[in-house]
């Protein structure tokens, strides 16, 4: 037999008296509550979101983004201000329940989360069938490049194709880090089976016009899904004065989509 204590507000305190076995047996249950694998903080859930595949799926929204687009119309999660929590567990029974194909993740920024807490997120999803998609920046290829064994699909954004309005968003490296975060993308399309990824650009008139399409056309691969969103106004966007600026109408977004074509095969329009 032997005592063991415990430290209590500065008060050592005598736990019990115990065998060996049964010590062992309580440091394996301490060790394994050590161990819990620790999750991102979750601030939204919905039931059917357009994944980009195509599909509705259920997705969550972490919280916190590097990037200040002014269009976002998801301010709340981009600066961190939503108070709503949501349950892992809640969405878990659900995704069980539906029989899920697919599982999104998106924010706010995926990326910006602590990258072992989102590992552990990925990994918790994977172990319920599912296959697991993520809306990103691009603006993180390192953190990219540790979690793609565990995607099977990433919808990432060209913003736009100048270096000094990238920057001005929150991108430090301006278009360098998306561009290694697509050539990350293309390799695993071609090396994976299980994979794929859509490129989505927002047409937002003061970032995008047809000298940028061209620009960024020309990383673009001829089988690459471009996806080319119509600017929208809504009514959280960060920055007010986007309410100011008209969006393109249909046969501008149309001469768009022509020039798009020219560098890839599968251009496809969303919100028009």
């Known amino acids: 037999m032997v005592n ?17 076995d049964t010590k062992v047996l309580l440091d394996v249950g301490v060790s394994a509550h050590q161990k819990m694998k620790e999750m991102p903080q979750i601030y939204g859930f919905n039931k059917c979101s ?11 929204f972490t919280g916190g983004c590097n990037f200040r687009c002014p ?19 809640e969405v878990k029974q659900y995704v069980l329940d539906d029989k899920s194909e697919w599982f999104m993740i998106s924010g706010g920024e995926p990326t910006c989360v602590d990258t072992k807490e ?71 399309k071609l090396t994976r089976y ?39 106004h809504a009514k959280n966007m960060i920055d007010t004065k986007c309410y100011n600026v008209k969006p393109y109408t249909r046969e501008e977004v149309e001469s768009l989509v022509k020039i798009a074509k020219k560098y890839t095969d599968n251009v496809k329009v969303r919100y028009v």
Not at 214 to 230: A, E, I, N, T
């Open 50 to 60: 357009e994944a980009g595949i195509d599909v509705f799926a259920p997705a969550i």
């Open 71 to 89: 269009y976002c119309m998801n301010s709340n999660l981009a600066t961190g201000l939503s108070e709503k929590r949501v349950n892992l567990e």
């Open 4 to 20: 063991y204590y415990r430290i209590r507000n500065g008060v050592k305190e005598e736990v019990g008296s115990f065998t060996h």
């Open 118 to 188: 989102l590992i552990n997120l990925l990994e918790e999803i994977k172990s319920w069938g599912c296959k697991v998609g993520i809306s990103t920046n691009g603006s993180k290829p390192e953190v990219l490049s540790e979690i793609l064994p565990l995607l099977n699909y990433v919808a990432m954004d060209f913003k736009s194709s100048d270096g000094d309005i990238l920057k001005g968003i929150g991108a430090e490296n301006g278009t360098l880090d998306i561009i290694n975060s697509k050539c990350l993308l293309m390799e695993n």
């Open 194 to 232: 299980d994979f794929d990824y859509e490129i989505r650009t927002t047409l937002y008139p003061k970032y995008i016009n047809e000298d940028s399409i061209r620009v960024l056309g020309s990383v673009m691969r001829k089988d690459d899904v471009w996806v080319l969103q119509q600017f929208r």
